[in-house]
């Protein structure tokens, strides 16, 4: 039987320190493209850029680009993502203020209400233009982006449930129609037959309100 010659610990440290520094490496020119695109966005106030801007925004090149990203979609749902789970911790912070159920699920409500209305910052147009594209043609692309929110609103309906402020339901389901009622509303927000006010924060929660619970207030 041939004896196994164990790899010098030497060796190990080595190829570690080198793998460490690539992946860092790798993930600094990824952001510079990210943040390339964020500024084009930011300028033009749509998603209708090329490649090639993003890339001479970057001082990086083309070739680099396609080693990171198969094209302008991929790097456009990797800003989508990281939008959504940015808007996902600011939801859980804005919750965490509270103790109970019903006001935490309200301040859920109420932030994302808040974070899908118009003006809606430098990432606008990644939710009414690409957003939009998105959920035409890959809704599976879609389900996965939302998986943080859907998360933190499943939680909080499971905790009304238990504390019995919340209809016994399926609570991720629950979740997530609440969840695309408010999206839809912010973002659609205008006033039936071009007049009257929008809809306001607490008039979208009431109506959700009503909807897990039964209640009027």
Not at 105 to 126: I, K, N
Not at 130 to 159: K, N, W, Y
Request: proline fraction near 6%; hydrophobic fraction near 45%; glycine fraction near 6%.
């Amino acid at each position: 039987m041939s004896e196994v010659v164990e790899e010098p610990a030497w060796r190990r440290r080595a190829v570690e320190r080198s793998t460490r520094a690539a992946k860092l490496r790798a993930e600094q020119r990824v952001e510079r493209f990210l943040d390339a695109a964020q500024e084009l966005m930011a300028e033009k106030e749509t998603t209708d850029f090329t490649v090639q801007e993003v890339v001479d925004r970057s001082k990086q090149s083309l070739r680099s680009f396609y080693q990171h990203f198969d094209g302008k979609h991929e790097l456009l749902l990797a800003l989508f993502e990281d939008a959504l789970v940015e808007g996902a911790a600011e939801i859980r912070q804005a919750a965490a203020e509270h103790r109970e159920p019903l006001p935490r699920l309200r301040a859920a409500v109420e932030t994302l209400y808040a974070q899908c209305s118009p003006p809606p910052g430098p990432r606008g147009p990644l939710f009414s233009d690409f957003g939009l594209q998105l959920l035409a043609r890959h809704p599976p692309q879609v389900a996965a982006a939302h998986r943080p929110l859907l998360d933190i609103f499943t939680e909080l309906v499971e905790e009304g449930v238990r504390a019995g402020a919340v209809r016994p339901c399926r609570a991720r389901r629950q979740a997530a129609m609440m969840m695309q009622t408010v999206i839809f509303v912010a973002q659609n927000n205008a006033p039936a037959g071009g007049h009257g006010v929008p809809m306001t924060a607490a008039e979208v929660w009431r109506f959700c309100l009503h909807g897990v619970s039964g209640a009027a207030e």
